[in-house]
């Protein structure tokens, strides 16, 4: 029972057009979310992240939307540049019934590519 | 700051075989958690350290892991014995203590255990 869901397991973008990686989620308790960039053979690196009291957290060229009502997120990078060819998992925490509300719980993780 | 590291970056190990990962956290990161992604599919949580305490288990696949934290500051994660669905990478993560609303736990670069 997958509770965070990336239904694109890849994504090719235009340098400097807008790239729009689309998450969605189930459990109606996760109350922060989060993006992460991975390289290969490199660690997931965190990216930006937002609180479900908001609808949308901003850092540079990276925006986030949270729609509560649809469970959804979206990470917006605009504009898109070569080097943000990786792969982005989203991520969510939630309060969980005992064990630790730390826990993140990660899609599988959609595969961007920004031509040149 | 230094990050996140972790020892070894690639281990190949036979079925039956014992495999001893480690993790040294971020300097003051009371919380360390391990994950762990196999074949592609989406990162998912073992467990959780608060300090030397363990917060949440229950991701642990079953009595052949076991986790530690001594004193509160690196961690190791035990394979006895090593089964071929082992196979995976390995993740660290570490964030700081929560009460300042802090939720971002950051990574260590992965070990890749192969159990042939």
């Known amino acids: 029972d997958q509770q965070v869901k990336q239904n694109s397991p890849s994504l090719s973008v235009q340098e400097g057009r807008i790239s729009i990686l689309n998450c969605d989620y189930t459990n109606s308790m996760f109350d922060y979310f989060l993006w992460y960039k991975k390289y290969p053979a490199e660690g997931p690196t965190f990216l930006i992240s937002?609180?479900?009291?908001?609808d949308k957290n901003e850092d540079g060229r990276f925006t986030v939307f949270l729609n509560k009502s649809a469970k959804h997120l979206s990470l917006h990078i605009v504009p898109s540049q070569p080097g943000d060819s990786a792969v982005y998992f989203c991520?969510?925490?939630?309060?969980?019934?005992?064990?630790?509300?730390?826990?993140?719980?990660f899609g599988k993780g959609t595969l961007l590519t920004v031509n040149p | 700051e230094a990050g996140v590291t972790q020892f070894p970056s690639h281990s190949v190990i036979e079925k039956g075989q014992t495999v001893t990962l480690r993790c040294d956290p971020i300097?003051?990161?009371?919380?360390l958690y391990w994950y762990r992604r196999v074949m592609g599919k989406e990162i998912k949580f073992l467990l959780h350290?608060?300090?030397?305490?363990?917060?949440?288990e229950s991701g642990m696949p079953n009595n052949r892991f076991l986790a530690e934290r001594t004193g509160g500051t690196y961690s190791t994660l035990k394979v006895q014995p090593a089964e071929l669905e082992d196979s995976g990478v390995y993740f660290c993560?570490?964030?700081?203590?929560?009460?300042?609303?802090?939720?971002?736990?950051?990574f260590g670069p992965g070990t890749r255990l192969t159990v042939t």
């Open positions: 993560a570490s964030s700081p203590d929560g009460a300042g609303l802090v939720w971002e736990q950051y």
């Open positions: 991520a969510a925490r939630g309060h969980n019934s005992g064990g630790s509300n730390y826990k993140l719980t």
């Open positions: 300097s003051g990161h009371d919380n």
């Open positions: 937002i609180s479900s009291i908001k």
């Open positions: 350290f608060v300090k030397e305490s363990k917060q949440d």
